[in-house]
């Protein structure tokens, strides 16, 4: 008899992180959760129990927890099969421009704390010999705009990092996928006008990460296909032009 398959989602409460949870449940997996909130943690993990049937783990883990390795070791027992990380936080630019401590609770957010989470999980992957990893990423790390540059420079620090660490454990059958979603429309962007054409729900980014993780997709996810194309002109664009751009 097979074992049902397990996921640990990193940043299970956010909108992301619930829409991935409900999709892999849906696909019988069994499903593990990590939060930094407890009470909100245990409120999903309830809310996914009732709703798939079968109960959800839940381990206490922030990111920014100068204990993140005992508390990650803790949430890998037992091994899960799939690790996805969803954490980050937008933050404020013209906040973190004038406030260091902001700056650095943006950058260690969105690099920093992932990156060492991940790479716990990709050890113990490795000596196990399989094991996937997938992350959310971002477009605006891969060219800083004077809009973000705080959580573009973390961004592009995470892309780097899950293409070194895919090229380091491709040979020892660990997959490691970056996830580029562009606008997704949560609670955490609910005071922004967003572009349809350009914006993608939980559930599209949960559909995505799926199918690139467990389908044997594509290492590098743009949710929406069209921003593959905008990012590629973006890169293109010579400095002395990108340089007065407004956005």
Known sequence: MTSMPKVLILGGTSDVGRALARRYAREGWSVALTARDPEAGAREAADLTVRSGRPADLHALDVLDERIEEAMRAALEPLPDTVLCVVGMLGDQARAESDPG??????????????LALSIAAERFRVRGSGTIAAISSVAGERGRASNSFYGAAKAGLTAYLSGLRMRLSKDGIRVVTVKPGYIRTRMTSGFRLPPLLTATPDEVAAAVFL?????????????????????????LPEWAFKRLSF
């Open 102 to 115: 902001h700056a650095r609770q943006v950058l260690r957010a969105n690099f920093e704390g992932p990156a």
């Open 212 to 236: 690139a993780a467990e389908r044997r997709g594509s290492d590098i996810v743009y949710v929406k296909p069209i921003w593959r194309i905008i990012m590629l002109a973006i890169r293109c």
